[in-house]
């Protein structure tokens, strides 16, 4: 393990290309007071509240934290959750100029209320999301392509964020992704609804449930190895890296057998937001800093491990990767 430690340093500075959906998480806090004789719910204190990057903008803000320089390509509302969320990616030096910023869409926003009794933890008690899918006629995704098209040449590697909200559309990407697989620059796709559309691609990181979605079968160890291989020839994808939970990772490469990956680290799981956000950005920034597709499964299953202890859409650092990884090394 001790060997995936010489790809960190290579990590910084690669140019991370994320097309998709960005969203604007935000958090309520709030302090439970009592039930409501209206109905059977809490009543909340509000406390205070605050906008971070959410869907699209959390792998961005991955990249970020891991030493990448990250262009998002995405689409924003003239609205305070756009406006906020495009001014928390320039306060981190993330470039904006990839980003439509649309009159006519409101921004995605996913609103979680967190709260709890005055000494207890507070955790999630609701989620309301407010996200209008963008039509496939809207007059941003020309704007979208292109601004992709200018900036293509600079990119180490393209990663697709679609979450099903229609700004990762499949029929405007289709020529300007291949126009790119073409000029050899590697497109990794983190598709929840659509990953058959990109068939082609580099790779693609689809967790058990978008497996069995895609199969129309459930998936279990015994069917694991046989349904990777099959959708990995199906997509004529170069790698095809299964996220399964507690469960680990499984890769599938062209011309080699399959490989399993045990989780990293402990199996008691704290909050899976935003994980997969966590594996695309690690898996690709990794294969773009020269790392094989196992040692870029391997350095983001340790990148998942860390993350999914954490609460909220958050990122991991080189040197949490780093010490984490000594600490694992240490104990084999």
Do not use: W
Not at 96 to 119: E, L
Not at 139 to 155: G, I, M, P, Q, V
Not at 185 to 193: A, H, I, M, N, Q
Not at 283 to 309: E, I, K, Q, T
């Amino acid at each position: 393990m001790k060997d995936l430690l010489n790809y960190l340093p290579s990590l910084r500075g690669k140019k991370v290309g994320v097309y998709g959906d960005l969203i604007a998480d935000e958090y309520v806090y709030g302090t439970i007071h009592r039930f409501s004789r209206e109905a059977p719910v809490f009543v909340v204190n509000y406390e205070a509240s605050q906008i971070g990057p959410g869907g699209a903008a959390n792998a961005i803000n991955n990249i970020h934290g891991l030493g990448g320089n990250p262009y998002p390509f995405g689409v924003l509302g003239n609205d305070t959750p756009g406006r906020t969320l495009l001014h928390v990616l320039k306060e981190k030096g993330i470039s904006t100029d990839g980003i439509v910023c649309d009159d006519d869409h409101p921004t995605f926003i996913k609103q979680r209320v967190v709260a709890g009794s005055p000494h207890s933890v507070k955790q999630q008690i609701l989620r309301i999301d407010r996200c209008l899918p963008l039509s496939a006629d809207a007059h941003c995704h020309k704007e979208l392509t292109n601004r992709l098209s200018d900036f293509a040449k600079d990119l180490d590697v393209l990663i697709i964020s679609d979450y099903g909200l229609g700004v990762a559309s499949s029929a405007h990407l289709a020529p300007i992704l291949k126009e790119l697989s073409q000029a050899g620059l590697p497109c990794f796709v983190d598709s929840r609804y659509n990953l058959q559309a990109y068939a082609g691609v580099t790779a693609a990181t689809p967790n058990e449930p978008e497996l069995e979605s895609i199969l129309g079968k459930s998936v279990d160890a015994k069917n694991i190895m046989e349904a990777g291989k099959h959708l990995l020839t199906k997509l004529d994808l170069q790698a095809l890296l299964i996220t399964r939970g507690r469960n680990g990772m499984a890769l599938f490469t062209k011309n080699q057998d399959p490989r399993s990956i045990p989780i990293f680290g402990s199996s008691d799981i704290v909050d899976v937001t935003g994980a997969g956000d966590t594996v695309i950005t690690t898996f690709a920034l990794a294969v773009a800093a020269g790392a094989s597709f196992y040692d870029a499964a391997r350095l983001a299953n340790c990148a998942a491990g860390l993350v999914v202890m954490k609460r909220g859409a958050a990122t991991v650092t080189p040197e949490e990767l780093g010490e984490a990884i000594r600490i694992a090394d240490m104990h084999e």
